[in-house]
């Protein structure tokens, strides 16, 4: 049964429950570690069994995160009363954690991602919430559980990674009332400023040169595409963890509305899309049956890297001429 519910409805089921497995989306990026962490902390501070259930390992970069209860392992509880997967509302999102979602005797999604089906028993999205880790905010708000230092850096970092520090149009009044409060419970700004911008190692560093030495522009300047192989990775001592910013640079090009990144990905092309006014990169996702938001969207494609890189292509170009 799908039902959209309310943060209300879904604290009363969280507040009902002695256990709870939490799932954020794979290739997890700060507001989806933060969201799932956060809501681990304060779940299990009010005395509930709980655990993050993970596919991969935590990404280096975000590994300053106070992250805790984060696991590969699918049997951590039994039998979990709830699963709640959070910055997430695809199935497709959880690939090889669905049956686990699926056990729990009542099943929830916590959403700002645009999908209009729902997924679980219930479901609450608001695609115009900048991030997961505000709705997360909102619902420990509801369930009337405190909120100490480490949970309001996890819902901090969440919100700034996902506003690009509250510069993308998602971001409300709403969004920094939050913030403040989150600062009021201890978050120190430049800690995390520090840590999520100012720390980019020099194989990063390399691989950013080489990315945008080989970038197209095209559209009239509009368009603005680049992918990296693994080989070129590589002779960059770099990892494809390195190259998250890149798309960020691909987008901040004068003149340019959208933006495509594409790296490899387990044999296949991760392709990330963002646009910076006007543009809808959600329905160029779409397209290759990936989604996302208007404004940053992603997908995977198989096949050549290059061939990938000019099928986006000619994608963004329709998109922009339309
Ligand atoms: P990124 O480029 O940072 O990986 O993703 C940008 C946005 O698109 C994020 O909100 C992310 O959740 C979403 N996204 C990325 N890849 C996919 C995908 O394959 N499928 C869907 N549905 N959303 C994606
Ligand atoms: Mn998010």
Request: hydrophobic share 40%; glycine share 8%.
């Amino acid at each position: 049964m799908k039902n959209n519910t309310s943060l209300r409805e879904i604290g009363e089921i969280l507040a009902n429950a002695d256990s709870v497995l939490i799932f954020p989306h794979i290739s997890p990026d700060g507001d989806a570690l933060g969201s799932a962490a956060g809501l681990y902390r304060v779940l299990t501070a009010a005395g509930k069994k709980c655990a993050v259930v993970l596919e991969e390992e935590v990404p280096e970069y975000l590994s300053f995160m106070p992250v805790e209860g984060c696991t590969r392992d699918q049997s951590v509880i039994d039998n979990p009363d709830v699963t709640v997967c959070v910055d997430c509302s695809e199935p497709n999102r959880i690939p090889g954690r669905i049956q686990l979602f699926e056990k729990g005797k009542i099943s929830v999604c916590i959403d700002h991602h645009i999908n209009p089906e729902g997924y679980g028993d219930y479901y609450y999205i608001d695609e115009n919430t900048a991030a997961a880790s505000e709705l997360i905010y909102e619902l420990i708000g509801e369930m009337g559980l405190p909120i100490d230092k480490d949970t309001a850096t996890l819902l901090y970092t969440g919100i700034v990674t996902d506003t690009g520090s509250f510069q993308y149009s998602n971001t409300t009044a709403s969004t920094h009332r939050i913030a403040a409060e989150l600062m009021e419970a201890g978050v120190s700004v430049n800690n995390v400023s520090v840590a999520v911008y100012q720390n980019v190692s020099r194989e990063q560093t390399i691989a950013e040169a080489l990315i945008l030495e080989k970038m197209e522009i095209f559209a009239d300047g509009k368009g603005a595409i680049s992918y990296v192989t693994a080989e070129e990775l590589a002779s960059a001592g770099a990892t494809t963890d390195d190259t998250e910013k890149v798309i960020d640079r691909l987008r901040d090009i004068k003149g340019v509305e959208i933006a495509a990144f594409l790296k490899p990905k387990g044999g296949d092309v991760k392709v990330s899309l963002r646009a910076k006014t006007y543009g809808d990169v959600q329905k160029i996702a779409r397209e290759f049956g990936g989604g996302g938001h208007k404004k940053a969207a992603g997908c995977t494609i198989s096949g050549d890297i290059a061939e990938a890189a000019n099928e986006v292509k000619k994608l963004i170009k329709e998109s922009l001429e339309n």
